[in-house]
């Protein structure tokens, strides 16, 4: 059986003149947690609803769970829209029941599978209250109860976070780590760098319509160098000759909370420089260092880095 859970080749989608997704390759194994990224307008929606075959590519092939389309293997799928919006009259239990049924389970399992979703996620409490009532985070919290209440092999959330307070936003990453610990594969989509930071093996980053990277997050924190930040009374651009460091400078921001006198400097190294040298090179020539920073590339860094250089290659053309 193939590890594969979902393949785009060459998928494109038009609108008239303009190319909302163009010519997306990707693959997703099984059982992975795939982060969709992307600025306003990038086409992440757009791709989520040709997966789903909701909407067709003008080119390309979709492969869904080994089919040509989601719509036959329909069962075997979550999806949480954009749009969010529910029932107002139902039951908050009898809509995710409701849900699961339409996915082929049967009534009195989904009632149970409902009621132990609510105990699970914290809406024990919220069971028998009606949708139009809840907050539109607890609605929204519904919302993804009711699109995995069957169990489906593959999730697929579009910004399943927006909107949900930092208690309910963890709550929903517990939920997507449980998903994956279950051996279902989740695809979501966010702006949210920290959310992919924390939950995603791989991801998939466009801007424009095209993709700009695909591949782990380690992979993604190595396209850009690692950033070092020192402070000390001394002036240190001899770090510069240190093996793996690319570059030194004084940075004259942030100067808040800094001791009287000292200087900030922020080194570029590479990714697999070793902390220990630079902290050597100050010992043996007496820099007294107040503060030193080796954090990990954050994902933030590198969106910029990669949005900012596409958003340069358009502007060039
Ligand atoms: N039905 C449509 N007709 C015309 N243009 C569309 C249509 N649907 C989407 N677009 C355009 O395609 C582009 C991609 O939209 P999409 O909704 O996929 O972006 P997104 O990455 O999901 O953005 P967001 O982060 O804002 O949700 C946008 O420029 C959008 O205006
Ligand atoms: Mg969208």
Known sequence: MSSTVLSLSNVSKRYGDFTAVNRINLSIPKGSVYGFLGPNGAGKTTTIRMILDIIRPDEGEIEVLGCKSAMQVRDRIGYLPEEKGLYKKMKVWAIISYFATLKGIHRKDAKLRAFELLEQYGLKDFANSTVESLSKGMGQKVQVL?????????????????GLDPVNQEVLEQLIRDLKNNGQTVIFSTHIMQHAERLCERLLLITQGSKVFDGTVDEARAIIPRRVILECQNDVMALADLEGVLSVSETFVGGEGRIPGTRQWELYVKEHTNPQLILQHCFQNGISLSR???????????????????????NFR
Not at 296 to 305: A, I
């Open 146 to 162: 009711s699109s995995i209440a069957h169990n489906p092999e593959l999730v697929i959330l579009d910004e399943p976070f927006s």
């Open 292 to 314: 030193f920073d080796f954090t990990q590339t954050s994902l933030h860094d590198v969106f910029v880095h990669l949005v900012g250089q596409e958003a340069r290659e358009h």
